[in-house]
């Protein structure tokens, strides 16, 4: 794919212009910038979904896109596995002419044709994944946080982030060349998002993607396209790196422009002092190189919210105490051990989707009952509370009468404090309704931080927010004086801000000390004890068993030999009866006794048969 002079605007806005780019097979690019910029409204003209207002996108001939779109846009009456079955409606199509063949080969009218077409068919068949797709279904479905429970549900039932989870698994199963995915961790936990991760790294295709985990970004890319003012910059390898690079070409741009600023302002002071001298005709020569010297533009940052949360109120050291605690509505979904949490610590809860960890947040805030134990909050602990979904704001409140019912404000003192926020002039005016992720998630972080809380619950912190304002809200938690517990699937941010995670494993919450790495290490030490320990418990197990095995190879060597021994002189003496018969049948014969040589005969080949017997034993045994 290639963009040449690429532009985008609506009315007098410009959005984008003379973007140029290129994308080739395996590349994996981040698409970031601050909200707002066009990433979207870029992933959309490439996938065709928008027509860029100039320039040209080349699509090579045969490349299928895929476009995962923010809001789940899958609108089907099948079931969840209906649906994704319909990305391999190719191969269900050649099971219905091999099941027809089948039928044709029971004529014998038709069996050879039929049977000849029914091979090529079924070769076929086999390399595209006729025999593997259902569990590569399975696989992806699963995956991505689905339970098989969940498979027959209808798709118009499905949750919103579920239905864009089901749109997901559907690109990812198509056959798609060039995946264009727009906040595809949006709706994912942790487990969830690190097998995507697995998935998208592994995956053999191309893929631009929009994203605010730069955990997950540092994972899965290989290049960063960086929108900012209208324009892109891109820069190689993951996230980190292209943060290291971004930093140093914004520092060599700051130098430059600032040594450009001093060569203007020495060469217009020379020419001030000299112009109608005696060194006029150099000054003049310094005037025209400066009228033609081509001006190094400052490098610009986008406006941050300036975030500030301070506590007006001092708590004590012990900030929350839970005690046989069990949360949960009809049945228990979390139960806890003792803990204290004490303050300036910072706690991580973690866990799957649907674990309980809102409960659990609910349950401190005397919103939900305990089902059993107790919660205790500290002396002089003031508690404040940030919603995943931001359901405490009032949706037809304008953003001022929001910042009002937070805190007693002169009007014009409001409008200042919003401004710090990036609402200033009209956007005061805006209905919470008509506010989008980002501005609903800085009205929340805004009311948040009027409330002076020494005690901070936070839930989903950084959902909607840009990374520079992630960065921001790190910086801002890492420096406050209070004691935090939040939850979020944000490794990146759970890295930079925690000190202890609170992690719930199969209903039971369980504590490490240190952010997400220091997690990380401890499991993967767990994880080699564990096996070193089984590993122990195997060679013991191997040894205990070669010892069985030699004692009872010993044991029947043992009696292999004293067997043998006795054969042996089983053996000897049947041949010497048999040689003494024999001495014995001559006799008899001499004389003529016929019935003594019948008698005698009889018993030799008894005799005869006894030795075979024998010999054949002593064999077996040998």
């Given at each position: 794919?290639?963009?040449?002079?690429?532009?985008?605007?609506?009315?007098?806005?410009?959005?984008?212009?003379?973007?140029?780019?290129?994308?080739?097979?395996?590349?994996?690019?981040?698409?970031?910038?601050?909200?707002?910029?066009?990433?979207?409204?870029?992933?959309?003209?490439?996938?065709?979904?928008e027509t860029p207002s100039s320039g040209r996108l080349q699509v090579a001939r045969g490349i299928r896109i895929g476009y995962l779109s923010q809001k789940a846009d899958i609108q089907s009456e099948r079931t969840l596995y209906q649906e994704m079955l319909e990305a391999f409606a190719h191969l269900r199509a050649q099971q219905e002419r091999?099941?027809?063949?089948?039928?044709?080969?029971?004529?014998?009218?038709?069996?050879?044709?039929?049977?000849?077409?029914?091979?090529?068919?079924?070769?076929?068949?086999?390399?595209?994944?006729?025999?593997?797709?259902?569990?590569?279904?399975?696989?992806?479905?699963?995956?991505?946080?689905?339970?098989?429970?969940?498979?027959?549900?209808?798709?118009?039932?499905?949750?919103?982030?579920?239905?864009?989870?089901?749109?997901?698994?559907?690109?990812?199963?198509?056959?798609?060349?060039?995946?264009?995915?727009?906040?595809?961790?949006?709706?994912?936990?942790?487990?969830?998002?690190?097998?995507?991760?697995?998935?998208?790294?592994?995956?053999?295709?191309?893929?631009?993607?929009?994203?605010?985990?730069?955990?997950?970004?540092?994972?899965?890319?290989?290049?960063?396209?960086?929108?900012?003012?209208?324009?892109?910059?891109?820069?190689?390898?993951?996230?980190?790196?292209?943060?290291?690079?971004?930093?140093?070409?914004?520092?060599?741009?700051?130098?430059?422009?600032?040594?450009?600023?001093?060569?203007?302002?020495?060469?217009?002071?020379?020419?001030?002092?000299?112009?109608?001298?005696?060194?006029?005709?150099?000054?003049?020569?310094?005037?025209?190189?400066?009228?033609?010297?081509?001006?190094?533009?400052?490098?610009?940052q986008h406006k941050m919210m300036k975030l500030e949360l301070t506590s007006t109120v001092r708590g004590g050291n012990n900030v929350l105490t839970l005690r046989g605690l069990e949360v949960g509505y009809d049945r228990p979904l979390i139960r806890c051990p003792d803990l204290l949490l004490l303050r300036r610590q910072r706690v991580a809860?973690?866990?799957?989707?649907?674990?309980?960890?809102?409960?659990?947040?609910?349950?401190?805030?005397?919103?939900?009952?305990?089902?059993?134990?107790?919660?205790?909050?500290?002396?002089?602990?003031?508690?404040?509370?940030?919603?995943?979904?931001?359901?405490?704001?009032?949706?037809?409140?304008?953003?001022?009468?929001?910042?009002?019912?937070?805190?007693?404000?002169?009007?014009?003192?409001?409008?200042?404090?919003?401004?710090?926020?990036?609402?200033?002039?009209?956007?005061?005016?805006?209905?919470?309704?008509?506010?989008?992720?980002?501005?609903?998630?800085?009205?929340?972080?805004?009311?948040?931080?009027?409330?002076?809380?020494?005690?901070?619950?936070?839930?989903?912190?950084?959902?909607?927010?840009?990374?520079?304002?992630?960065?921001?809200?790190?910086q801002v938690l890492q420096n406050f004086e209070g004691t935090i517990l939040f939850v979020s699937h944000d490794r990146y941010f759970i890295d930079a801000v925690a000190t202890q995670l609170w992690i719930v494993e199969n209903g039971v919450l369980r504590v490490y000390t240190g952010n997400y790495t220091a997690c990380l290490e401890q499991?993967?030490?767990?994880?080699?004890?564990?096996?070193?320990?089984?590993?122990?418990?195997?060679?013991?197990?191997?040894?205990?068993?070669?010892?069985?095995?030699?004692?009872?190879?010993?044991?029947?060597?043992?009696?292999?030999?004293?067997?043998?021994?006795?054969?042996?002189?089983?053996?000897?003496?049947?041949?010497?009866?048999?040689?003494?018969?024999?001495?014995?049948?001559?006799?008899?014969?001499?004389?003529?006794?016929?019935?003594?040589?019948?008698?005698?005969?009889?018993?030799?080949?008894?005799?005869?048969?006894?030795?075979?017997?024998?010999?054949?034993?002593?064999?077996?045994?040998?």
């Amino acid at each position: 794919m290639i963009a040449e002079h690429l532009s985008k605007y609506y009315g007098a806005q410009d959005i984008f212009s003379a973007l140029a780019f290129q994308v080739a097979h395996g590349d994996k690019i981040a698409l970031v910038g601050a909200n707002g910029v066009g990433k979207t409204t870029l992933l959309r003209i490439i996938a065709g979904l928008e027509t860029p207002s100039s320039g040209r996108l080349q699509v090579a001939r045969g490349i299928r896109i895929g476009y995962l779109s923010q809001k789940a846009d899958i609108q089907s009456e099948r079931t969840l596995y209906q649906e994704m079955l319909e990305a391999f409606a190719h191969l269900r199509a050649q099971q219905e002419r091999l099941r027809r063949l089948e039928e044709e080969m029971a004529d014998p009218d038709r069996r050879a044709k039929a049977m000849e077409r029914y091979g090529e068919l079924l070769h076929l068949f086999e390399l595209a994944g006729g025999y593997t797709f259902e569990q590569e279904i399975r696989r992806v479905l699963m995956g991505l946080g689905f339970e098989e429970a969940d498979f027959e549900q209808p798709i118009a039932l499905l949750s919103g982030g579920q239905r864009t989870r089901a749109q997901l698994a559907k690109l990812l199963l198509s056959n798609y060349n060039l995946l264009l995915l727009d906040e595809p961790t949006n709706h994912l936990d942790l487990e969830a998002t690190q097998w995507l991760e697995e998935y998208l790294s592994q995956w053999k295709g191309s893929l631009i993607v929009v994203a605010h985990d730069r955990y997950f970004l540092d994972k899965v890319v290989n290049r960063v396209w960086e929108m900012s003012f209208g324009a892109l910059e891109q820069y190689p390898g993951n996230y980190s790196h292209y943060m290291t690079l971004r930093n140093e070409r914004y520092r060599q741009r700051q130098a430059e422009y600032e040594a450009q600023r001093e060569y203007i302002a020495r060469a217009e002071e020379f020419i001030r002092r000299y112009k109608a001298g005696q060194r006029s005709r150099e000054a003049r020569s310094r005037e025209k190189r400066l009228q033609h010297l081509e001006r190094v533009e400052q490098p610009r940052q986008h406006k941050m919210m300036k975030l500030e949360l301070t506590s007006t109120v001092r708590g004590g050291n012990n900030v929350l105490t839970l005690r046989g605690l069990e949360v949960g509505y009809d049945r228990p979904l979390i139960r806890c051990p003792d803990l204290l949490l004490l303050r300036r610590q910072r706690v991580a809860l973690l866990g799957p989707n649907g674990c309980g960890k809102t409960t659990l947040l609910k349950t401190i805030l005397g919103e939900v009952p305990p089902l059993a134990g107790e919660v205790k909050i500290g002396v002089n602990v003031q508690v404040a509370y940030l919603a995943q979904g931001h359901e405490n704001l009032c949706e037809e409140n304008t953003v001022l009468e929001e910042i009002l019912r937070a805190k007693d404000l002169p009007v014009e003192m409001a409008r200042g404090y919003l401004g710090r926020f990036l609402f200033s002039g009209d956007d005061v005016f805006k209905r919470v309704a008509h506010l989008s992720g980002g501005e609903r998630s800085r009205v929340a972080l805004a009311m948040l931080a009027l409330q002076g809380a020494n005690f901070l619950l936070l839930d989903e912190p950084t959902n909607q927010l840009d990374i520079p304002s992630q960065e921001l809200l790190e910086q801002v938690l890492q420096n406050f004086e209070g004691t935090i517990l939040f939850v979020s699937h944000d490794r990146y941010f759970i890295d930079a801000v925690a000190t202890q995670l609170w992690i719930v494993e199969n209903g039971v919450l369980r504590v490490y000390t240190g952010n997400y790495t220091a997690c990380l290490e401890q499991l993967e030490k767990e994880k080699a004890k564990m096996e070193a320990t089984v590993a122990a418990g195997e060679r013991k197990s191997r040894s205990r068993q070669v010892d069985h095995e030699l004692q009872r190879a010993q044991t029947l060597a043992r009696q292999r030999e004293e067997k043998r021994a006795e054969l042996e002189e089983q053996i000897q003496q049947l041949e010497l009866r048999l040689s003494l018969l024999t001495h014995e049948l001559e006799l008899a014969s001499r004389a003529q006794r016929v019935d003594r040589v019948y008698d005698l005969g009889r018993e030799y080949a008894e005799l005869q048969e006894e030795l075979q017997r024998r010999l054949e034993e002593w064999t077996k045994w040998a």
